[in-house]
């Protein structure tokens, strides 16, 4: 497979997991990172942005964001393997978008183990909620252990909410601004990914508050997330440090840019390949 190649039930999975972003590539590589940007009242146009990027081995199937059938007002990718998804959004009165993202255990020790129930069934789950407010209500902490450790978030046009099991259930509000995820906690200063890559889109965002349609969203996000110099790792020597990544097996293996706007429409781009290569195609 070339550095730009392709690969390739609403339902959650009883045992595997795989509906997360983030998966183990090999010790050699350290810790395996995906990583979102969600921005909250940031646009006047758009309050809320959200951009991510995900990291899968190659030849793990899945399939590109659509409506999901028999669920119209869903949209969400879908991993053929365990059945869940990565990241997704609901149309409607109020229209939210939820993500997950694999918890490591810290920045070089290698991911969680994985639980009896698949993490990417837990974002369809949210999915199926009628708002973010239900969503702090979907786990509690006994149902919150029967996951491999995650990261969750739920966002709508006024609010966003985190949700992870890696100590516990924790449930909190992310504040108003620029939010960067990957695999440990929020804006985490100790993630090499996490720490360069706010820095580029703490860079984009004069460019995100002055749009006035969709579309104008998607140039300087596709910048930030097709970027491989944005590593804060003092080192430079972890592919997995970088925000695009491409290794022999694993690698960005798509990028998302969905918000919703001031009049509770949502726009989703999607670019079906590593974001430094492939443009980005609307899907609603």
């Not at 890696?166 to 990914?193: F, I, M, Q, W, Y």
């Amino acid at each position: 497979m070339d550095r730009c190649g392709r690969s390739g039930r609403l339902r959650p999975s009883a045992s595997s997991d795989g509906g997360g972003l983030c998966l183990p590539v090999s010790a050699s590589l350290g810790t395996v990172v995906c990583t979102l940007a969600l921005c909250l009242g940031v646009s006047r146009a758009f309050p809320l942005i959200v951009a991510a990027n995900r990291d899968e081995f190659y030849d793990r199937p899945s399939e590109a964001p659509r409506r999901r059938p028999g669920h119209p007002e869903i949209v969400a990718g879908l991993d053929l393997r365990a059945g869940g998804t990565w990241l997704g959004c609901r149309e409607g009165g109020n229209p939210f978008v939820v993500a997950v993202l694999n918890r490591s255990r810290g920045w070089g020790q290698g991911p969680a183990a994985p639980g009896e129930r698949s993490r990417g069934s837990l974002a369809f789950e949210a999915l199926g909620l009628d708002c973010v407010d239900d969503v702090a209500g979907l786990l509690d902490a006994e149902s919150a252990a029967l996951y491999g450790a995650f990261n969750l978030v739920a966002a709508d046009s006024k609010q966003a909410l985190f949700l992870s099991n890696a100590h516990g259930l924790e449930c909190k509000p992310l504040a108003r601004g620029l939010s960067v995820l990957t695999n440990l906690a929020p804006d985490d200063p100790h993630c090499p990914r996490g720490a360069g890559a706010r820095k580029d889109f703490e860079a984009a965002l004069p460019e995100l508050a002055a749009v006035v349609e969709a579309g104008q969203l998607v140039p300087p996000l596709a910048r930030v997330l097709g970027n491989h110099q944005n590593s804060a790792d003092p080192d430079d020597r972890n592919p997995l440090a970088r925000l695009c990544v491409h290794t022999e097996a694993y690698g960005t293996r798509s990028s998302s840019v969905v918000a919703i706007g001031a009049d509770a429409k949502v726009a989703y781009f999607h670019a079906e390949g590593p974001p430094c290569c492939t443009p980005f195609e609307r899907i609603v």
